[in-house]
């Protein structure tokens, strides 16, 4: 079975452009969640989606939006972008929401010039 | 304000010997912590979680031990491996906030042959 994947790889930017990264979560995974990781730091939750609907927010901007759609696959947009939302951006999907672990993709890494 | 942290940014041992990365976290409410090993180019991947009904938690060559009182986890690999080379996270959450993982900033592992 194909593990969680995200399009696309790599993605350069510039400064107030918008951005929309995919993600197709594990087959039968419900959950999707979206992670940025920038340079040095740990992953920092951005959305989590299950079952079509938003199950939770982190500390970002209203810029940062996703949806999921009837077959569980993801988009993160992101508008008017700056400088330092230069990151990985990582998906993860689960069967469910509770103690389930996550399975991550290999992230999109987006630089904005 | 970073709820978890991993103070060694990185950490060398001999191939062999035992590898024990550490974390710490502030927030009282966790209930449930992981462990995630990273490669370049490739999402992380879970290895081992624990409770925090527990204080200690095995496989295979990695175990995770919780003390709460101290709000200290740490996870020890023994015998580390060449192949354990990679960029360690802890992660923890509340068993109700879903797929909301806060990260620690990792530990670089690089184990000598």
């Known amino acids: 079975d194909a593990g969680v994947t995200q399009s696309p790889t790599h993605l350069i930017k510039t400064r107030g452009q918008h951005v929309t990264l995919r993600c197709s979560p594990i087959s039968g995974h419900k959950s999707v969640s979206w992670y940025q990781q920038v340079l040095g730091q740990g992953p920092q939750f951005i959305f989590q989606?299950?079952?079509?609907?938003?199950?939770g927010r982190g500390n970002f901007p209203d810029r940062f939006s996703a949806r999921q759609f009837p077959n569980y696959s993801s988009e993160l947009n992101v508008n008017a972008l700056l400088l330092g939302d230069s990151a990985l951006y990582l998906c993860a999907s689960s069967l469910e929401t509770g103690r389930e672990k996550l399975f991550f993709g290999s992230g999109t890494q987006l630089s904005v010039l | 304000d970073q709820q978890v942290k991993q103070n060694s940014p990185s950490l060398s041992v001999q191939e062999g010997r035992i590898s024990i990365l550490n974390c710490d976290y502030t927030n009282s409410m966790f209930d449930y912590f992981l462990w995630y090993k990273k490669y370049p180019a490739e999402g992380p991947t879970f290895l081992i979680s624990?409770?925090?009904?527990?204080d200690k938690n095995e496989d295979g060559r990695f175990t995770v031990f919780l003390n709460k009182s101290a709000k200290h986890l740490s996870l020890h690999i023994v015998p580390s491996q060449p192949g354990d080379s990679a960029v360690y996270f802890c992660a923890a959450k509340k068993e109700t906030s879903g797929s909301r993982l806060t990260f620690g900033e990792g530990t670089q592992l690089t184990v000598n042959p």
């Open positions: 989606y299950y079952e079509k609907e938003e199950r």
């Open positions: 624990i409770s925090s009904i527990k």
